[in-house]
Every structure is written in structure tokens, then in C-alpha cells.
């Protein structure tokens, strides 16, 4: 079935009969979003393998932080980074509606659509440059809030559900009360 995108009114008809089609267009979605977008080919067209969804899936005994390894922090998303030995620079820290982060001695620093590796990476980067010797920094999400997805159709629940690192479309149709 091919939906003609200038015609919205016949589309969303389409669609509302048809739930195999409306869950087919939330999963695409819910793959193309950028918080779980992996490097490369794929991730710039929207498109993810199989095997690429399967990683990012957390199974039962996976870390958290495992799981949030190709999340892309974005506004309003939380992280609690921890410095080890500098506790004036270990908290909680809120990322801003332009993507900035309020960093002791940094200042505001762009991490909107940087993984937590990476902004880990560039913390330590930053700190090294005249203001620690060694710096050891870890960085995890502590509140996932930039990613909102809407789950409309025949769900129990339907509604705004924000992406966690890792989430499957299964996992979120789950909290919306099934279809």
C-alpha cells in the first residue's frame, strides 16, 4: 500500500482502518528517531538492520548503561556526571532547550545529539586542558526526556511516551496498554 503524502485526509483514514499499517509507521518512526540512531549508512537514511535493532534491545540482564550507549542526549534530558575526586564537579545536571550543558569551570557546553560516551570523552578532553591532571568522568542518563514518541490508535493508553536507551516498539506499545 502506498500513501500518497498529499492527500493527509485519505492517508489518515488509510490508516485508522488499517492497525497493521499504523503500527508498521510507528515502528518505522520509533527506528528513525535520532535517540536511537547508530553511526553510519543506515542511521542517516533512518533505516536500521535487524541485527543493529537486536543490540540496541536490552535484554533482561543488560546494564542500564549498556543499554544507553547509542542514546542522543537531547533538551531536557538529564545526566549525572561524576568526576572521581572532584566532588564540586559531581551532579546532576539538566541539558538545556538549546542542547547546552552548565558545567563547572566549563561554562555551557553543546551536547545536544552527543552519546554519553562522548560527552564523556570531551569532559575529560576539557578538564585535561589546564584544570585536572587525570580526570576521570562518567557520564549516564538519569532522566530520558528528549525523545518523545505518541502511541495513537487502538492502545489502551494512547499518549506521549518518552524513548529510553534502547527501547523496541514492542516495550512501548506495552506501556501504552497493547493493541
Known sequence: MILDPTNLVSALRILLED???LLLIFAQSLLAS??????????SSGLRSEATLAQSTPSSGTKTSERTRNYRLGAE?????TVFGEPDLTGSFT?????????????????????????????????????LHDPRVTVSVEVFASQPVQVLGAVSEPGVYHL???????????EAGGI
Open 19 to 21: 492497525r497493521a499499517m
Open 95 to 131: 541539558i538545556s532547550e538549546s542542547g547546552g550543558l552548565e558545567f563547572p569551570l566549563l561554562g555551557t557546553i553543546n551536547v545536544s545529539g552527543a552519546s554519553p560516551q562522548q560527552v564523556t570523552e570531551l569532559l575529560s578532553l576539557a578538564l585535561r586542558d589546564g584544570y
Open 77 to 81: 534530558d538529564v545526566v549525572n556526571i
Open 34 to 43: 535520532p535517540a536511537l540512531a547508530d553511526d553510519g549508512a543506515m542511521a
Open 164 to 174: 529510553k536507551g534502547g527501547t523496541s516498539v514492542i516495550q512501548v506499545l506495552s
